[in-house]
Every structure is written in structure tokens, then in C-alpha cells.
């Protein structure tokens, strides 16, 4: 598609399309912006949404196309558009797609406000790292383009820095901010940023009280990318919202607040039974006000549909029966469990954990949930609780909002065995040159091992078989040892999820 016709931009816009121009953002995936992941969490509050395999996305703020590249290519059916304001970030995006061959996504270079609609439609909107960084008339801009472009049983991903939480990472923006502002080579706002937080973080230890206990909101910065500093910590342009600000934004846009899209942050009777009883008194949005608060978040990935749609109901657990499950991410990375309870345990505690157990064995695969409830109920006791399946329903959806396991309204499309001609995924198999990360098959960023496994990657085109890989890789291998280093490789591989299925 041809770039949007460009107007005047304001002071604001132009200024950010600079900064963007002369520090590129480095994009990489947002798991809960993939359209399958939205779709997740609408049926599971009772909404149903359009087929994502087939959808129309449109991303606003794509960037370099960090996100949308994989999302297209793992959804050869579907159609997107992404559209940014920065030039450079776009023909990065377009680089990044040619490369892959996908005909299947376009970029678009321009202001938002400028996006040529012609009266098209899109059924997934994704807004990521957007609405706390651009002027408020963008962000108005933002709902209009919802309101004007959604399809009427669309769904639109904004994400959107938060109150209260913020208001701590704000002390850090506003010192590093003043000290920065004057300063205009990009290195030298670096350095200096990095120089401010390690004395600010020195001062406040010797202080008593609250100022020690935030002296780590300084230490951050040392380990933050150079243009995460620029764009985020010391960006001109950096606005949290409550979310009942946010909602009330939606609604005069003639949007609704439905859902977050992370499961996690939905409400759980976590509160102890006091404060669950008060918070379950409040309406919906005062709810997730109160939580907010309880929880002092920073972040949100709001979920929006049109007005009219009604706003959903709190997941309930047999929604989740015609679904699959996985282990969060976060479970996986704990390192050194406790060795598994005997099987004669049978517990509450015990069968949890065996469930866990048993969804990080088949990492980064899900399990179809109505095979986990027959298992949970053929491991119970006759007679127990779970051995009804709304029970083990029920466990399964504890399980869910505690951040433990993931639901997927389709399986998680990843291979379970390497092939003989293995392929990796074709985003990752471009990125494991070019970034620190490569993305998986579930749309999530995932670090490969040192240079061999950078070097490898992108040899599992299909072409080759395991005997031509490791005849490949025999130049940066020690003698003999090709082979059986392929093995450990392709095993890593197949578990970080980066192998075609
Ligand atoms: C913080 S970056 C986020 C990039 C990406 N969405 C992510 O989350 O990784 C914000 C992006 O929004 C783009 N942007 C800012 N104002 C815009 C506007 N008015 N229209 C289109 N894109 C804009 C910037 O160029 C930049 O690429």
C-alpha cells in the first residue's frame, strides 16, 4: 500500500517522528496483542469475536514490525495493515516482511490521523505502546480510527501505562527527564541519564524509609536499551491514565471497556476474604479501580469493542471446556522444583502441582482442557470433588487467573517432534542474526544459546536434512562433534517452540 498522504503535523508529532527517525524502536512480539490470544479472552467473557486465522488486523504504531510480521506470517489467511509514523521504522517493517515473501501484510508510512480508510474494515485493531505516548489529540485520534474502523463484532488491543503504579516510575521519568532535556546527541542523553540514575539510586539508600525502598526504580536504567531510555524513560511524552479515565475516554468514543487482555490481571477472589467481599459490592469499573490500587499497577493491555456489545461476564469456568491449556511462560522459567509429590498424595496441593507438571512437559504445546479434566478426574479419589469435571473446570480456571497456565481457544501451533527436514519458524529464522531475541510459534520473544544456535536457526528452511545441517554447521563446531551438537540444539529449539508444526 502507498503511504498516506502526509498534512502539516503538529509541534508534538513532528518532534516524536524525529526521535523515532533518528533512534529506531526495536520491535519484537506482544503475546496478548495476537489476535488468537484476543480471541481467548473474548470467548472466555462471553463474546464471540471473528475467526483470527481469516481476520483483518490493523496495527497503529507498528513500528519496524517486531509484532505484525509474525502474527502474518503465522496467519497466511489473514490481512494486515500496519501503520506508523516513522519512516525509518517503516521501511525496517517492510525489509522485515520482504524478506519472509509475505504478501499478506502492508506498511504504511504516516501520522495515524492520516490513515486512507476508504471505508475498510478491520476485525482485530492492536494499539501497543501507543496511547501513553502520543498527544491527547492522537490518542483521540486513536478511538475515532476504532470507532470509524471496527468491524461491528471487532475487538481493539490499546495498551496503555497505569495509575497508580506509575506514579512510582514517574519519579524516575521526571529526575531524568529535567536532567536530560537540554542535551541533544542521543548518546550523550544516554550516558548521562545512566550517570543520574546510579547517583540517585546511591543517594536514596541513605535515606530511611520509603526513598531506600525505591532506590531500584533508578537501577533499572542501567540495564534499559538505548532506545528504550530515549522512548520511554526520558521520552518528552509519557502519559499513565486509571483505567476508569481510560474507559471513560472509550465510551465517549462510543467504545467499551470489555476485558484485560491478560488473563492474569482479571479479578480473583485474591484478597483475602474481607476485601474480596468489598471489592465484589463495587460496579465493574470501580472494581478494577480498587485492584489497580491494591495491586499499584503500571500496566495495562486494555481490550475495547463497540458499545452495544454489552460488556461481557466474568470468565466462567465451562467456557473453558472446548479449549486448550498450556504452561505460562513464567512457570517454566522457575528454576529447581521441589521433587513431585508420591502418587499416593492426593491432596489438593499434590494435584495441582501434578497438573503443572504436567503442562510443562508439554511446553510450549497445550492440551486440549476436556483430556486434562478426564485426567484430573481418572487421578481422584471416587467420590472426591474432582472427579466432577466442573470441579476440575474450576481448578483448571485457578490455575488460569493465578498466571500459571495459559487457555487457547485453538491449539498452541507448534511441532511436538523435530522431521527429518526440520523447519524453524520464518520470523525467527530472519531475526536470529539481527536481534537478542527470536520469536516462537506462541508469539512470544525467546533467547537462543550463544552464536551456534544463531548460526543454525537459520539453516532449518526445509531444504536441508539433519545429515546436511550438521555437514553446515561442522565449520564452527569442533571436529566430530557436529552431530550430536545438532541433537541438543534442534531439542532446545523444539522446546523454546521456534519449530514449524
Ligand atoms: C513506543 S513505540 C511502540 C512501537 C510498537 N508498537 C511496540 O509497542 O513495540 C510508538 C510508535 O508509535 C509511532 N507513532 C507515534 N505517533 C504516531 C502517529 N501519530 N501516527 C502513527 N504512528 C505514530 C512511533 O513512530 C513509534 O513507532
Known sequence: MSDATPTARDAATASLERAYDSVLFVGRPWPNTHPARMATIARLVGIEVPDPRRARVLEVGCGDGGNLVPIAAASPEARLVGIDLSQRAIGEARAFAGALGLANVRFIHGDLRELPTSGDTYDYIIAHGFH????????????????????????????????????????????????????????????????????????????????????????????????????????????????????????????????????????????????????????????EHLVDHIRLRRFRESLVVRAGRGTGTPVAAARLEPMHLSAANSLVEQPGAAPPPPASDRSPAARRRRLLDRLVAAHPASIPVRDLVAWIAGSSAPGSALAQPEQALHLLLRAALAGMALPHAEPVPVATRIGERPVAFAPARWQAQRRDFVVNRRHDAVALHGEAQRRLLPLLDGTRDRAGIAARAEDWTPPGEARHALDDHLAHFLKLGVIDP
Not at 538505548?226 to 483505567?243: E, K, Q, S, T
Request: glycine share 4%; net charge negative.
Open 132 to 287: 501513553s505516548w502520543v498527544p491527547p489529540p492522537v490518542r483521540d485520534a486513536l478511538f475515532e480510527t476504532i470507532r470509524e474502523t471496527l468491524a461491528d463484532d471487532g475487538i481493539a488491543f490499546v495498551s496503555h501505562n497505569t495509575l497508580p503504579g506509575c506514579s512510582i516510575r514517574k519519579i524516575v521519568w521526571d529526575v531524568l527527564r529535567s536532567q536530560t532535556d537540554a542535551i541533544e546527541s542521543p548518546p550523550e542523553k544516554f550516558a548521562r541519564a545512566r550517570v543520574v540514575a546510579a547517583l540517585m539510586s546511591e543517594a536514596m539508600r541513605m535515606q530511611p524509609g520509603l526513598p531506600q525502598a525505591l532506590a531500584g526504580e533508578f537501577d533499572d536504567i542501567a540495564s534499559r536499551p538505548d532506545f528504550m531510555l530515549m522512548h520511554d524513560d526520558i521520552a518528552p511524552i509519557n502519559d499513565p491514565v486509571l483505567l476508569r479515565d481510560f474507559a471513560a475516554q472509550a465510551d465517549r468514543h462510543g467504545l467499551t471497556w470489555l476485558a484485560d487482555a491478560d488473563l492474569f490481571k482479571h479479578i480473583a477472589p485474591a484478597f483475602g476474604e474481607r476485601a474480596n467481599a468489598w471489592i465484589d459490592t463495587v460496579g465493574r469499573i470501580e472494581r
